[in-house]
């Protein structure tokens, strides 16, 4: 099993333009999240999938922001007109649910987005 | 709301000192609680957990112990390496999603 990965790594961006991040969690897992981490702050929700259905949103998610999950695999994030507030890394974890492993979630290594 | 509320840093210190990283959380109920690490360049790594009061968590010479008569989770080793230098997060589980506090930056010194 490799973890949970997420491309990119790093995404420039300038304000205004629509960025798409992706994450695959780790493949027997089956409920997804979506976490944003400014600079020296810690992750803050944005929202989980539990396969395919999304379950829960966070206010800091505008409307300006989508994700999906179309398969109940991999989840993407997209960002639209973006804002210099929207600079961050933008982190998704993945774990099973309904089990006592549902206590651990296990993170990407992220994505940082800089918006110029 | 739950939330978590974590020892500001960064703290630096030298190689073989002992550490504690104090951590406090406010929550209905009795939460999960967490202490993940955070390597340059890494995500976020579950360093050790606790899932109910008095149980100890523990991992790499790290321990932590649920102590619900003071809402504390406190991080601590006894002696700390250069590869310990990393952000230190405690967190607690809420009904659907982790609670993080800011985060703690620790140096450690040859």
């Known amino acids: 099993d490799t973890g949970v990965s997420q491309d990119p790594r790093h995404k420039i961006t300038k304000r205004g333009q629509n960025v798409t991040f992706r994450c695959d969690p780790i493949s027997e897992h089956n409920r997804l999240y979506w976490y944003r981490q400014t600079l020296g702050q810690g992750p803050e929700f944005l929202t989980y999938f539990q396969n395919e259905a999304q379950l829960e949103k966070s206010r800091l998610l505008s409307d300006r922001f989508s994700a999906e999950r179309p398969k109940g695999s991999f989840s993407t994030l997209e960002i639209q007109r973006t804002e210099q507030g929207d600079s961050a890394m933008y982190l998704c974890?993945?774990?099973?649910?309904?089990?006592?492993?549902?206590?651990?979630?296990?993170f990407g290594p992220g994505t940082r987005l800089t918006v110029t | 709301g739950d939330s978590v509320t974590q020892m500001e840093g960064p703290v630096t210190l030298s190689e073989e000192a002992c550490l504690t990283i104090n951590c406090t959380y406010t929550a209905t109920g009795y939460p999960s609680l967490f202490w993940y690490v955070q390597y340059p360049g890494e995500g976020l790594q579950l360093l050790l957990k606790?899932?109910?009061?008095?149980d100890k968590g523990s991992n790499k010479g790290f321990e932590a112990t649920y102590r619900k008569e003071t809402t504390s989770f406190h991080l601590e080793k006894g002696s700390v390496q250069v590869s310990d230098s990393a952000v230190y997060f405690c967190a607690l589980r809420g009904r659907n999603d982790m609670r993080f506090g800011a985060g703690t930056r620790l140096t450690v010194k040859p």
């Open positions: 606790a899932t109910k009061a008095d």
């Open positions: 974890a993945s774990t099973v649910a309904g089990t006592s492993a549902s206590y651990e979630q296990y």
